[in-house]
């Protein structure tokens, strides 16, 4: 069964940085994605950035894109994601999730932006003062 840890959270002051882990286990299908979400409080959720495995595309929503960095480490089976000039508009509960197969970087988005994932992390507070 596929399971993923999700890590990282915590109280960081605006500007500051923080490192998200998710720990998955092993997948046994090709071209899987993992993607990170947030939700805050009373809003809806928002799909952050994802990264695919068969050619490590990956996709960041524009309120994100230039600051956090999403990478993949497939010996440890680990995705981070490098949160960087943190704002506190960022404050929320960040999920990792996973798909089996996504077949090019359309889909990825799809997946991504529509949260349609297959696999669900529980998820890690981030709080950014002002």
């Known amino acids: 069964e596929v399971q993923l840890q999700a890590s990282g959270g915590g109280l960081v002051q605006a500007g500051g940085s923080l490192r998200l882990s998710c720990a998955a286990s092993?997948?046994?299908?090709?071209?899987?994605?993992i993607g990170w979400f947030r939700q805050a409080p009373g809003k809806e959720r928002e799909g952050v950035s994802c990264i695919s495995d068969s050619d490590v595309r990956t996709w960041y929503a524009g309120s994100v894109k230039g600051r956090f960095t999403i990478s993949s480490d497939s010996a440890k089976n680990t995705v981070y994601l490098q949160m960087n000039s943190l704002k506190p508009e960022d404050t929320a509960v960040y999920f990792c999730a996973a798909v089996d197969r996504v077949s090019d970087f359309e889909d990825l988005v799809d997946v991504c932006t529509r949260l349609v994932y297959d696999y669900w992390g529980q998820g890690t507070q981030v709080t950014v003062s002002s």
């Open positions: 092993r997948f046994t299908f090709d071209d899987y994605a």
